[in-house]
C-alpha cells in the first residue's frame, strides 16, 4: 500500500497589480508562474461601496430563516452573516451540537440545518468583530474539521475584507468560494492573494462588475488550509485565514515510463558477477545517483541511467565496496541527449474534460524531449484505471476510466519536471458508482509514560483463537530476548504482558501457529515517545482482509506509538456499514463493521487526517456463506513443511451441497491450483499441492465460489528462521538526507534465512533507487531531488520490520519541480547471511574456471522438430573450460517428456529429446550459471 502525502505543503498565488492608466477591468491574465497566476488588476474605486452594503444586506435576508427575523437586531447592519454548508456527520445515530466561542469569551449558539442527507449546515449571525471559533460535535465528539475558525469584519469597515464559507471550511474536490471586498481602500497598493495547504489548489477569480471580486479555488486534499490575503504587501485583518478542509481525500493512480540512456562498458561479466555490483553516476553539478547495471547481449557490462545535464558523466562501479578495473568510467552526453519537459506535447479531450465509465484518451509525444522518464497520475473522487500504450515511436496513448463524477487533477512530468500545461484540471461528468461511505472520528489520548520494572501490556483480540496457538516474545533495545506471557481478557481477547528492564524502543512479537499476527512485530517505548505520527500507528485483524454479508468484520487499531491525536476510520462500498467502536484505554482499540451487500469495500484509517501505513485496506465481502460454513478441513500441515516436499490435507462437505476448489499463493505471489481428488465420493476429499518456495504461503479454499471458515489458511514453508523482527536497519540514510547528494543505509539480515525485501520510498520527489549485497546483508542508495519528509517502508515476506516505517528529513535545494506523492521501490530476493565469526556452510560444489562464450551448439533439433521422434543435437564445450552442463526443453503444455544427454568425451555432450505435442518448444542451455550463445532457442515441432 502505496503512503500518501503527509506534510508536504503546497502553494499557488495570485499577485493584483494596480494600473491607474486604465479602468477596472478584469481579469488579464499576464503570466503563470509555478503554477500560479500573475494578473493585472486595479483596485476599485470608492464608488461601489454602496453596492457592496446593498449585497451584504441582502444576503443577510436569504440566509435568515423566518423564525430568526424577530431576533434581529442592529448587527446585521455591522456584520455579514456566517454560513457552513454540507458539514459531513456519521449516520449511526446521535445528537449534534454547536457553539460559537467569540473573542470576548462570550459562548453563543448558532443555528444547526439538517439538510437530510448526511449533513448538516450551521448558520450564525456575529455580534462581535475578531476571530471566533465554531465547535461542532456529534455525540459529544468533535466532527471532521472541529473546531472550524471565522474572523468577522464590519460592512463598512473602510478597508479590504474578505469573507465567505470558504475562508472557512470545505470539502475534498469541491470548489470552495469567499469574497473581497476593497471598499475605501484607494489605489494606494496591489491586492495579492495565496492557498497553501496539503495539495495544490486551482485558483479561479471573478469580478462581480460591483466592487466585490468572487474566488474559488480547488482542493484535492483533506486537512488546514492557510489562505492569504494581502493588500499594499499588509496582511488585511484576519489574514491569514485558516480552512479546515474535510473529506475522503482523493483517489490517485499512477504509471511511470520513458527512455534511459543505455550505454556499454569496457569488460565482460557473468550474471553471478553481476548481482555482487553496484553503480553510481555522478553528473557535471556533483549529484550523485544509483544507476542501474545490465549485462548486454553480448556478455559486456553496461550501464543504464537518465541524464539531467550536458556534459560529463563518471560512473563508479564496485564488488563489495571496491571500484572494478578502470572505474570509475567517463560518459559525455550531449544537450540534446538531456530531457526536457517544455519539449513534450501534449494533445486530446481528455485533458479537459472526461466521462464516467468511459476510456477518455489523450496523447503523449516526447520524440524532441530527449532521454527522462514519464511519471503520469490522476487523481480525483476515485482510482481511475489508467493505460498506457507505448507506440515506439516516442509517443504514447493514454486512457483513463474514471468511476465518479468531479474534478480531476492529472499530473504529468519528464525528466522530473511538469510538462507545459500539469498540472491539467479536468471536469468528469456522468453517472457515479453510487458507493455509499461511513465515517467514524475518536479523539485519542496520549498513554502514561511506562517506567522500567513496571508492567506492560498489549492487547488485541482474533476470533477463532486459543491461547495455544499463540507465542510472544519481547526483544529489548540492546537485543535481549524473553518470552511474555499471554492472557485472556474478559471481552474474549487477549493481552501480551512484560517487565521491561530497561529504557527505550522494545520489539514484540506476537505469532499465531509461528506466524506473526497482522500488525506484528509491534513497537512499545519504555520511558518518553521519541518520535510520534500517524506513521506510528498499526492495524490488523480479518476485517482488513475479508467479510462476509451480515457478520461482524473485526480488526484492531494499536495508536500508542502515535501519541495523542484523531482517528478516524471509514469504510466505502456498495451499502452502508455500521461501525462499532470500543476503546480499550490502553492505547488500542478494537473496530468492528457490518454491511449489507457484497463487493469490495475499501476501508481507510486515518490519524490526524493522515492515512497509517497500508491505509487504504481493499476488503473484499463475499455473500451470505450459506453451506460453505458447513465445510471442515483436517489434518492440515502446521510445522515442519519443506519446500519442494508435496502436502496435503483432508476436506469434509459435512452434508453441504456444491462445489469446492483451492489454490496455493506463495510469498512472491505466484498461483498454483491444488490437485483435489475424493476419498469419500462426495463427502470427503485429499487436496494436495508442491510448495516451491520458503516463506509465507496462502492455501484459498472456496465452496460454491465462497471462502469457508478460515480461509485462505496461512503455511509456513521452510525451516529456516525468515522472521523480520530480526532484522536491523542502520545508516544515517534512514533518518536523513540531502537534495542531490546520495544516501544509503545497510539492511542486516543476518541469521534471518532467505526470503523478499521490499524496500519503498515515498515522498516529494521520485528517486532514483537500487540495492546492493554486502556482508551482512543490503545497502540501500537513494537520492531525493526535492527537500522535505521522506516515508522508508521496509518489509521482509509481506511484514514490515521494526520501526518501519522510517521517517526521513530532507534538507538542501530544490533540484525538481514539486507535484504530487511520489513512490518508489525495489524488490531483491535474499540469500542467507552469516554474522561475523559465524562460518557458512561449505559449497559442495567445486569451484569451476570457464566461459560459456565459447560453448558452441549445432544440430537440427535446435530449430526444427518431428513429433514422437528422436530429435537431436549437439553441444561442443572442449574449449570453454569445464563446467556442468545444464539442459531444459519446454513445449506447449509443459516439460518435455524425455531429454536424453551423454557426455561423448572433453566436455562433448549429444542431446536426444522427444516431443508429443505439436508446437513451439524452448531449449534452455547453460554451462554452469551462464547461457550459452544462442539459448534459449527456439524450436518447432511438426
Known sequence: MPVPSRNERFVRTLIFVPRPDIGPTFPFKEASENHGFRIRWPPWPDRFSDGIRKAGEEFAKQTASPSQNHARNNFEDQYRPIELQNIPLPSTGGNVTAEVRMPSGIQDSPMIVDNRDGTVSIRYEPREEGLHELHVKYNSEHVQGSPFKFHVDQIT??????????????????????????????????????????????????????????????????????????????????????????????????????????????????????????????????????????????????????????????????????????????????????????????????????????????????????????????????????????????????????????????????????????????????????????????????????????????????????????????????????????????????????????????????????????????????????????????????????????????????????????????????????????????????????????????????????????????????????????????????????????QAFIVRKCGARGEFDAKVVSPTGTEDDCFISPIVEDETYSVRFLPHENGIHYIHVKFNGIHIPGSPFKLKVGEEDCDPAAIKVKGDGISKAVSGHKSEFIIDTTGTGTGTLAVTIDGPSKVSVNCSEVDEGYKVRYTPLLPGEYYISIKYNGVHIPLSPFKVICTGDKLAEPGVQETSSVVVETVKKYAKGQAAPKSILPVFKSDASKVACKGMGLKKAYLNKQNTFSVQGAEAGNNMLFCSVYGPKGPCEEVFIKHIGRNNYNVNYVARDRGEYIIVLKWGEDHVPGSPFRAEVF
Open 157 to 646: 469597515s473602510g478597508i479590504v475584507t474578505a469573507y465567505g464559507p470558504g475562508l472557512t471550511h470545505g470539502i475534498c474536490g469541491e470548489q470552495c468560494k469567499f469574497t473581497i471586498s476593497t471598499q475605501g481602500a484607494g489605489a494606494a497598493g496591489g491586492l495579492s492573494l495565496a492557498v497553501e495547504g496539503p495539495s495544490k489548489a486551482e485558483i479561479g477569480c471573478h469580478d462581480n462588475k460591483d466592487g466585490t471580486v468572487s474566488v474559488s479555488y480547488l482542493p484535492t486534499a483533506p486537512g488546514e488550509y492557510k489562505i492569504a490575503v494581502k493588500f499594499a504587501d499588509k496582511h488585511i485583518k484576519g489574514s491569514p485565514y485558516t480552512a479546515k478542509i474535510t473529506g475522503e481525500g482523493r483517489r490517485r493512480n499512477q504509471i511511470s515510463v520513458g527512455s534511459s540512456s543505455e550505454v556499454p562498458l569496457p569488460g565482460r561479466v557473468t550474471d553471478a558477477e553481476l548481482k555482487m555490483l553496484s553503480a553510481t553516476i555522478t553528473s557535471p553539478s556533483g549529484i550523485e545517483e544509483p544507476c542501474f547495471l545490465k549485462r548486454l547481449p553480448n556478455g559486456n557490462l553496461g550501464v543504464s541511467f537518465t541524464p539531467r545535464e550536458a556534459g560529463d558523466h563518471f560512473v563508479a562501479v564496485k564488488k563489495m565496496g571496491k571500484h572494478i578495473a578502470n572505474s570509475p568510467f567517463k560518459i559525455s552526453v550531449a544537450e540534446k541527449q538531456v530531457g526536457d519537459a517544455r519539449k513534450v506535447k501534449t494533445s486530446g479531450i481528455g485533458l479537459r474534460e472526461g466521462k464516467t465509465h468511459t476510456a477518455n484518451t489523450f496523447k503523449i509525444d516526447t520524440r524532441d524531449a530527449g532521454y527522462g522518464g514519464l511519471s503520469l497520475s490522476i487523481e480525483g473522487p476515485s482510482k481511475a484505471e489508467i493505460d498506457c500504450k507505448d507506440n515506439e515511436d516516442g509517443t504514447l496513448d493514454i486512457s483513463y476510466k474514471p468511476t465518479e463524477p468531479g474534478y480531476y487533477i492529472i499530473n504529468l512530468k519528464f525528466a522530473d519536471h511538469h510538462v507545459d500545461g500539469s498540472p491539467f484540471t479536468v471536469k468528469v461528468t456522468g453517472e457515479g458508482s453510487n458507493k455509499q461511505t461511513e465515517r467514524i472520528k475518536k479523539q485519542r489520548d496520549a498513554v502514561p509514560i511506562t517506567e522500567v520494572g513496571s508492567k506492560c501490556r498489549l492487547q488485541f483480540k482474533l476470533p477463532g483463537v486459543t491461547p495455544k496457538d499463540l507465542s510472544a516474545t519481547v526483544a529489548s533495545p540492546k537485543g535481549i530476548v524473553e518470552d511474555c506471557s499471554i492472557m485472556p481478557t474478559d471481552d474474549d481477547g487477549f493481552a501480551v504482558d512484560f517487565v521491561p528492564k530497561e529504557l527505550g524502543v522494545h520489539t514484540v512479537s506476537v505469532k499465531f501457529r509461528d506466524v506473526h499476527i497482522p500488525g506484528s512485530p509491534f513497537q512499545f517505548t519504555v520511558g518518553p515517545l521519541k518520535e510520534s505520527g500517524s506513521h506510528r500507528v498499526r492495524a490488523g485483524g480479518p476485517g482488513l482482509e475479508r467479510g462476509e454479508v451480515g457478520e461482524s468484520c473485526d480488526f484492531n487499531v494499536w495508536t500508542r506509538e502515535a501519541g495523542a491525536g484523531s482517528l478516524a476510520i471509514s469504510v466505502e462500498g456498495p451499502s452502508k456499514a455500521e461501525i462499532d467502536f470500543k476503546d480499550r484505554k490502553d492505547g488500542s482499540c478494537y473496530v468492528s463493521y457490518k454491511v449489507s451487500e457484497p463487493g469490495e469495500y475499501r476501508v481507510g484509517i486515518k490519524f490526524n487526517e493522515l492515512n497509517i501505513p497500508d491505509s487504504p485496506y481493499r476488503v473484499y465481502i463475499t455473500p451470505a456463506t450459506g453451506d460453505a460454513h458447513k465445510v471442515e478441513i483436517g489434518q492440515f500441515p502446521d510445522q515442519g513443511v519443506k519446500s519442494g516436499k508435496p
